[in-house]
């Protein structure tokens, strides 16, 4: 089975080409820094299965499935991610990934992930899988705009509302109407909670100090 794997930390990939390399059946024929060299890496290496990680630049991983999905569709893409947010799950399993992992899973577990991939079937460890369905099953939230996204971004940078709007380009109250919304929508009375929440639940990426 030819593997790519897909990781923007060298010492992550080295470690993963290193976990793989005594299993006779696996072949790591390449490696990728971020999403778009992963797609333009399987146009070019023709692997059996891309083990992809979730948070890479240029392209994330989510989006990147959903671009190998379309230029090849008989490539799987396995996740393999710190990550294990509702959200993140859901648009992995969305962009068409056959597979959602997290890093701590044991070799043998994860050369088992591979070779199901592979085969076609779907590899959800039991906890993503619970996830997975809680989520479905949970009330639909009311999303966020772009333009409500974007005035989040910058609260989260610390904007002051005057300065959003010029960034912008709109009115102060305008940026206090879209404010009202966002607290509504994500059921927060303030900036801060807002912030916090869209963190928690995939909306905005967490702020690294």
């Known amino acids: 089975?030819?593997?790519?794997?897909?990781?923007?930390?060298?010492?992550?990939?080295?470690?993963?080409?290193?976990?793989?390399?005594?299993?006779?059946?696996?072949?790591?024929?390449?490696?990728?820094?971020s999403g778009r060299e992963?797609?333009?890496?399987?146009?070019?290496?023709?692997?059996?299965?891309?083990?992809?990680?979730?948070?890479?630049?240029?392209?994330?991983g989510a989006g990147?499935?959903?671009?190998?999905?379309?230029?090849?569709?008989?490539?799987?893409?396995?996740?393999?991610?710190?990550?294990?947010?509702?959200?993140?799950?859901?648009?992995?399993?969305?962009?068409?990934?056959?597979?959602?992992?997290?890093?701590?899973?044991?070799?043998?577990?994860?050369v088992a992930a591979l070779h199901a991939a592979a085969r076609g079937e779907t590899v959800l460890a039991p906890r993503m899988m619970t996830r997975l369905v809680d989520h479905l099953r949970a009330p639909r939230e009311e999303a966020l705009t772009a333009r409500e996204v974007q005035v989040l971004e910058l609260v989260a940078r610390g904007c002051a509302n005057a300065q959003i709007g010029r960034r912008l380009s709109i009115g102060e109250a305008t940026v206090k109407s879209h404010l009202l919304k966002i607290f509504s929508k994500l059921g927060v009375s303030d900036r801060t909670a807002a912030v916090t929440t869209a963190m928690a639940r995939g909306i905005l990426p967490p702020i690294h100090d």
């Open 64 to 110: 990147a499935t959903a671009e190998i999905g379309r230029v090849d569709p008989g490539v799987r893409v396995l996740i393999l991610t710190t990550y294990d947010s509702d959200r993140d799950i859901v648009r992995a399993v969305e962009a068409g990934a056959a597979g959602y992992l997290l890093k701590d899973t044991p070799r043998r577990n994860l």
């Open 1 to 33: 089975m030819r593997v790519l794997v897909a990781d923007d930390h060298p010492v992550v990939r080295e470690g993963l080409r290193g976990m793989l390399a005594p299993e006779e059946s696996v072949e790591v024929v390449g490696e990728a820094a």
């Open 38 to 60: 992963a797609v333009e890496a399987t146009t070019r290496l023709r692997p059996d299965v891309v083990l992809m990680d979730l948070r890479m630049p240029d392209l994330d």
